[in-house]
């Protein structure tokens, strides 16, 4: 693997005080309310701060590390204990309660009233863009991306993770499962793009299967596909991984890769101790196998905050990532996506132990933007889950609510969900909030 050497040392830094301004829009309370152990303050470092410390073994698996923080974080353990208490329905139960709780302390309806409320109020907007919106319902076109969740494992945990993904998640699909996806694909003409998630997909034993199958599939029949490796990155240097640049670079995999700062401390307070060097290390694998300037080899990063804040512009953070990142380490990729934290699983017990939740649905309600509605990825995604769930969205997924109890076995192409309208519920403001967000980013 790469060693710590490749990367530069910095010496740029900015103030505290400028990071929420420079990265987002904060809630009420600010970024000087906002402290956690998991979630720290940034204690004078920020997003400029790039250096990194040498990995005790960089050639050793992370699954030691995190299963070691894990268990020395008093809230992971708490919040593990609360599972086996009330079981995952019940938190999905309470945090929504939660959610609904603070959307009546503020007078706003559900989502679809809202939505449908502003409408009648304002007009459709864009008159060339047949509004997805019939009777206080969202209804989707013909999906072009059919993304899988391929299992919840993953060598990291981190702490805004909305699938609760972590090397203790042992969910994983089957390959009559897999299978019966790529079937769907082919039998689907819309689908262009196959998205392909976790947890950490590449640990899944049916990821290296699902891309080869699909990429001489779309070669035999002369389709245009794009295949997704929704890629933490740390999996690269994960033993037995050693070859993963250069599978995903054969198979013309885009690699679309969280890092959501490009400073140590940063990212080490979001997503694990040792992460952020990793990254850096993944990063430089995958621009020596071409990612990032070979054409045809598309590199992305995904920014998220690190607060209850919203993303700022994505491209004048694509332009900072850019300088900083090929300053300090000769880092190179394409393009930048800004997420927002969805209210949900690991954020969502983040804001309700702070006391936040108010304040988060208050800033994602006052920031609501309706050009943000036909972006809304639920209106062309459909989202299997590893056991072969269908779901209109990644989010959806995770809060159980699926599309009609069906599966992929149950329907012959995606097509067959158009008549189903998508189910929406409070969770929903996160993806209408200022610029927007989805899986491909900002929405306008
Ligand atoms: S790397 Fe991704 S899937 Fe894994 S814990 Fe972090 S956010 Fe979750
Ligand atoms: S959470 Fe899912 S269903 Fe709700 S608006 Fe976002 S993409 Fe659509």
Known sequence: MESMSHRRASDGRVGEGELVGEFGVAAAGGADAFTSSRYPRHRGTSCLEATVTDDANPNASLIETTLAEMESDAEFQELTEKIARIGVDGMTKEERTQRRRALDELGVPNFMTFVAEHEDRTGPGDESTASPIRNKKLFRSDPNILQLNIGLFCNQACNHCHVESSPLRKETMSSEVAARCLRLLQNSPHVDTLDLTGGAPELNAEFRFLVRMAREWAVENDRELTIIDRCNLTVLSEPGQEDLAEFLKDNRV??????????????????????????????????????GTAEGLSLTLVYNPGGPFLPPSQSSLEADYKRELDEKFGVKFNNLLTITNMPIKRFADFLAREGKMKEYMELLVNNYNPETVPGLMCLNTISVGWDGTLYDCDFNQQLGMDIQKLSVFDIECLTDLQKYSVKTDNHCFGCSAGAGSSCQGATV
């Open 254 to 291: 885009d690699v679309v890769a969280s890092l959501p700062c490009y400073g140590e401390e940063n990212v080490d307070n979001q997503r694990g101790r040792g992460v952020f060097g990793r990254s850096i290390d993944g990063l430089l694998k995958l621009n020596e196998a071409g990612y």
